[in-house]
């Protein structure tokens, strides 16, 4: 009935700045009739937005641009892509998703924009975690903990990726974990 794609593509520039590409495509599978009388045909995109940021080193946004190609509502919706060029100097590591919803939430902004938007900075983490792995792993000896550990269930110090993959970092658990078909 209803088709949403969104992507997200990342790029490394030539002047040492990060770019990341994001995309938003909802369709219907059917034909249906819009206020204006018209006919919206099947597989014909009526969101179609794309917001690219460009980010340094340190994750801080220095460039912001949003766009749209199709709008339920035309330029009633088009007209607040302007406003998103002020997420420029926003972290996309620190309180970013907070900020996107305080400055763009409800009427302030567009709410497929800042679907796309709380999603730049995973892929902003993903696009840097090579980077970020051979510079770890050329300060052999360091005492850091990487970044990643317990961000997720697999990467619990108490787990068996954190043992195998990162030994100095695992800690084994005192209590017993729960796993399915405990009572």
Same mark, same amino acid.
């Given at each position: #009935?209803?088709?949403? #794609?969104?992507?997200?593509?990342?790029?490394? @520039? !030539?002047?040492?700045? %990060?770019?990341?590409?994001?995309?938003?495509?909802?369709?219907?599978? +059917?034909?249906?009739?819009?206020?204006?009388?018209?006919?919206?045909?099947?597989? =014909?995109?009526?969101?179609? &937005?794309?917001?690219?940021?460009?980010?340094?080193? !340190?994750?801080?946004?220095?460039?912001?641009?949003?766009? *749209? !190609?199709?709008?339920? *509502?035309?330029?009633?919706?088009?007209?607040?892509?302007?406003? +998103?060029?002020?997420? $420029?100097?926003?972290?996309?590591?620190?309180?970013? @998703?907070?900020?996107?919803?305080?400055? +763009?939430?409800?009427?302030?902004?567009?709410?497929? &924009?800042?679907?796309? $938007?709380?999603?730049?900075?995973?892929?902003?983490?993903?696009?840097? $975690?090579?980077? @970020?792995?051979?510079?770890?792993?050329? $300060?052999?000896?360091?005492?850091?903990?990487?970044?990643?550990?317990?961000?997720?269930?697999?990467?619990?110090?108490?787990?068996? =990726?954190?043992?195998?993959?990162?030994?100095? %970092? *695992?800690?084994?658990?005192?209590?017993?974990? #729960?796993?399915?078909?405990?009572?």
């Amino acid at each position: #009935m209803h088709n949403r #794609m969104i992507s997200l593509h990342s790029f490394e @520039r !030539d002047d040492g700045l %990060w770019e990341i590409e994001a995309e938003l495509i909802d369709t219907k599978s +059917y034909d249906f009739t819009k206020q204006s009388g018209q006919t919206h045909h099947a597989g =014909v995109p009526f969101h179609h &937005m794309h917001l690219r940021v460009t980010f340094d080193n !340190d994750f801080v946004i220095q460039k912001a641009q949003a766009a *749209y !190609d199709a709008a339920p *509502y035309g330029e009633n919706c088009a007209c607040i892509a302007a406003d +998103y060029t002020q997420m $420029a100097g926003m972290s996309l590591v620190k309180r970013f @998703r907070n900020q996107v919803r305080e400055r +763009y939430g409800r009427i302030a902004g567009c709410t497929h &924009m800042n679907e796309l $938007a709380g999603l730049l900075p995973t892929v902003a983490m993903q696009t840097m $975690a090579a980077r @970020r792995r051979r510079a770890q792993e050329q $300060a052999s000896g360091t005492t850091q903990r990487p970044f990643q550990l317990e961000g997720c269930h697999a990467l619990r110090l108490d787990g068996p =990726v954190v043992k195998q993959q990162y030994p100095q %970092w *695992y800690a084994p658990s005192q209590f017993k974990r #729960m796993t399915q078909g405990d009572g």
